[in-house]
């Protein structure tokens, strides 16, 4: 799984298209989702938005269409 190329947040639709910011705050991703695990909460997304503390939204990559839409090729 590569670098999403654009995270927007659930709640208040901010986004993040810059490659080496979400490259940099993907660094920091996983100790902040072990911080929400351990607070006894599931992360619903990468990481918390810019605006957490207004919005309380999560950054993830945009909705793929594909999960839906597959071609005809299943067997
Ligand atoms: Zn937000």
Redo the contacts with the bound molecule.
């Keep these: 799984m590569g670098t999403p190329k654009k995270l927007v947040?659930d709640?208040?639709?901010?986004e993040v298209s810059n490659k080496y910011a979400i490259e940099l705050l993907l660094e920091g991703a996983e100790a902040w989702q072990l911080s929400v695990i351990e607070r006894d909460s599931m992360p619903r997304g990468l990481f918390p938005?810019?605006?957490?503390r207004?919005?309380?939204?999560e950054m993830n990559p945009p909705k793929s269409k594909s999960l839906f839409s597959r071609g005809g090729n299943d067997e």
């Design positions: 947040c709640r208040c639709g901010n938005c810019e605006n957490y207004l919005c309380g939204g």
